[in-house]
């Protein structure tokens, strides 16, 4: 008779756990996946209706208030990343947390460590190098590498009549080498 009274309790728990896990998902991070709709001109994965930071930068994780939690200049409190595996291992824990309040699926947490993994953050030697085959060209290949190097090849190209420009900080992802 008791183990039936357990699982009739357990049963009639099921809307609390369910209420519980939406306002946790809420809090840990917006909305579910399914609710966000609507255009988000920024890519942070934050509808633009809602989007507090509308112009959040490519590499930056997003809260679900559209502003960065690991921002490519560094952490929530402003404090310069330290080494770039840093910025990546904030991210990587941003996009976990995000998945697993059910924020994000799986292709946009891979998505947003490509992008952390292709950027300068937390390195601040390296820049991002468009590197164009011709000056004419609509669009070139992005490079991290130092700002030298891409001065170098800058050189190196205008005897072929390409070039190589210096980007700021950031990621390659999506290419910020286009017209």
């Not at 290949?141 to 891409?150: G, H, V």
């Amino acid at each position: 008779m008791r183990s039936l009274h357990i699982e009739r309790s357990a049963r009639s728990n099921r809307p609390r756990l369910a209420l519980a896990w939406l306002l946790m998902a809420a809090c840990m991070g917006g909305a579910p996946v399914a609710a966000d709709t609507g255009p988000d001109a920024d890519d942070d994965g934050v509808a633009d209706a809602v989007d507090a930071c509308p112009a959040t930068e490519p590499a930056d994780l997003a809260g679900p208030d559209g502003c960065a939690i690991c921002s490519c200049e560094g952490d929530a409190d402003g404090t310069a990343w330290s080494s770039h595996k840093e910025y990546v291992a904030c991210v990587r824990e941003g996009a976990r947390e995000r998945r697993v309040a059910g924020t994000i699926d799986a292709a946009r947490s891979r998505a947003l460590m490509r992008r952390a993994r292709n950027s300068t953050c937390g390195n601040a030697a390296l820049v991002r190098c468009c590197v164009f085959a011709l000056f004419d060209d609509e669009s070139g290949r992005c490079r991290i590498m130092t700002e030298d190097a891409c001065e170098a090849l800058d050189d190196q190209l205008f005897d072929t009549d390409g070039e190589a420009d210096v980007e700021d900080a950031g990621s390659c992802l999506p290419n910020p080498c286009t017209f």
